[in-house]
């Protein structure tokens, strides 16, 4: 279901909802670059553990207008928006892949409304050195990092904007075939057995319906998870669980195990057999199996 709540100044915020409208919230902020759909098979899992699954566009993806500059706590400050004018008042914060600096951000801001955070697929902030680099990009060509890495690390819109114009235009594009075929090399043995018609079908789709009003969310979120994330890690008190595959071709083991001690009392499940996109939305019962324990002592 998808559901347009008009906003203030004639602005529109979408989600999409699955499980239980009545069960405990839980806000997922989906990957970059996605939108706010999620889903169908996650619908009955939900429901089983009391969940309410509740995902929102970032803004500058599908039916929110773009912020241009928004950095992690502009994403924050939306996501609580949002959340107030859905009447959620306590929700776990669950994010995937570019989704976690966000979902990270709100535990560490939002405190108590946000009684547990999950992660999975993702990597540790920029430490604020001059010559940092993500764990994922240490082996990636001199010439990847300069022209995919360096502008997003300085800032430079334009030329993180150039960086995935020609990316952006290839997915607007694809059918799920010719998806499959150009992205092989990025997508682990784990990934293409989990990619079958109903799962790529799904998230291709999504990709191109946050990419459908233009790149700007893309843009955003390359800088903002490239830079320092302006939160605290140590902030998290929460109860913190980080899931990571350990064929994750699009982050590596090393990202998580370097974010998981930055977070006080953080879980760390390395999970075999497992890659990116297959961890993120097919193997999400022990997530939501871990969501609903939290839930229920919290």
């Known amino acids: ?20 409208p009545a069960g405990f919230p839980v806000v997922f902020h989906n990957g970059t670059p996605c939108s706010r759909l999620l889903p169908d098979w996650w619908d009955s899992l939900a429901k089983a553990r009391g969940l309410r ?20 706590l502009d994403v924050v400050a939306a996501t609580a928006r949002a959340a107030d004018m859905l009447g959620i008042d306590r929700f776990v914060s669950w994010g995937a892949s570019g989704g976690v600096p966000f979902a990270i951000g709100c535990a560490a801001v939002l405190g108590e409304r946000v009684p547990a955070v999950v992660v999975v697929g993702g990597g540790a902030p920029n430490d604020g050195s001059p ?25 430079d819109r334009l030329a993180v904007a150039e960086a995935v114009q020609q990316s952006a235009a290839e997915l607007r594009g694809f059918d799920v075939p010719g998806w499959l075929e150009a992205w092989s090399d990025v997508f682990s043995p784990a990934d293409k057995r989990a990619l079958d018609a109903e799962t790529a079908g799904f998230l291709l789709g999504n990709i191109q319906e946050a990419l459908r009003p233009g790149i700007e969310g893309w843009v955003d979120d390359q800088i903002a ?58 193997h999400v019962e022990p997530t939501m199996d871990w969501i609903s324990e939290h839930v229920a002592s919290a």
């Open 1 to 20: 279901m998808v559901t347009i709540i008009p906003a203030g100044g004639g602005a529109a915020i979408s989600f999409d909802e699955v499980g239980d």
């Open 53 to 72: 699954i509740v995902c929102f566009d970032r803004p500058g993806y599908g039916n929110w207008p773009a912020q241009l500059g928004r950095t992690v």
């Open 131 to 155: 010559d940092w680099l993500p764990e994922w990009a240490r082996d990636a060509s001199p010439e990847d990092i300069e022209r995919g890495f360096r502008p997003a690390l300085a800032g």
């Open 225 to 282: 998870w490239a830079q320092p994330w302006g939160v605290e890690l140590a902030a998290v008190r929460q109860p913190a669980a980080i899931w990571h595959g350990e064929e994750d071709r699009m982050k590596t083991p090393a990202d998580a195990r370097l974010l998981a001690a930055q977070i006080p009392h953080a879980e760390l499940f390395m999970v075999e057999g497992q890659g990116h996109p297959s961890l993120i939305y097919r």
